[in-house]
C-alpha cells in the first residue's frame, strides 16, 4: 500500500508540474499581448507618445483585460482541460474577478514606481509592472484559479462512466 500512496503523491506532482508549465506558457503568452499594447499606448508603437502618454495606470488596465481574455480561453481549453468547472459559466466570472483582484498587485507596483519614487520611463514602468508585478500575481492566479474557477480534475468516471 505504501507503493501506491508514493505512486498517487508522484502523479499529482506530475499533474501539478505540467499545469504550472503549462499555465506560465499560457501567461507568458498573455502577457506578451499585454506588453506590447500598454507600451503602444503609453509609449507609443513607433517614436514618439502613446496616445495615453500620462496614463499608466489606465492603459496597463486596458492592456491588461485584454491579455486576460486571451488567458482564459487559454487556461480553459489548455492548461486546466482536464479540470472541471462547478460554475454554470464554465468559470468565466471568478476569472474575471481574481483577475481583476490580482491585478492590484502590478498596478500597485506601477504606482509605486511612478508617484513614489518618482521614475518616469519605459524601463521603469516595465520593470516594476511587466516583471516584478506580473510575477506576483501570476503565482497568486496559479493557485486561486486551480482552487476557485478550474476546481477538480476530470475523474475517469465522468469520461467513460
Known sequence: MVFGGQLLGRLRRT???????????????AT???FVLFNGLVHGFFMGAGPMNGQPIPAYI????VGMLISYDLSRRW????RV????DGGFTAYVVINAVTMLLPVA???????????????????????VGVLLGQIARFFLFRKFVFGRPIRYTQVYG
Open 15 to 29: 499533474r501539478l508540474f505540467g499545469e504550472a508549465v503549462r499555465f506560465m506558457m499560457v501567461g507568458g503568452i
Open 32 to 34: 506578451a499581448v499585454a
Open 62 to 65: 486596458i492592456a491588461n483585460t
Open 79 to 82: 492548461t486546466f482541460r482536464h
Open 85 to 88: 468547472s462547478e460554475h454554470a
Open 109 to 131: 507596483c506601477l504606482y509605486v514606481t511612478r508617484s513614489v519614487i518618482g521614475w518616469d520611463s519605459a524601463i521603469a514602468d516595465n520593470v516594476s509592472a511587466n516583471v
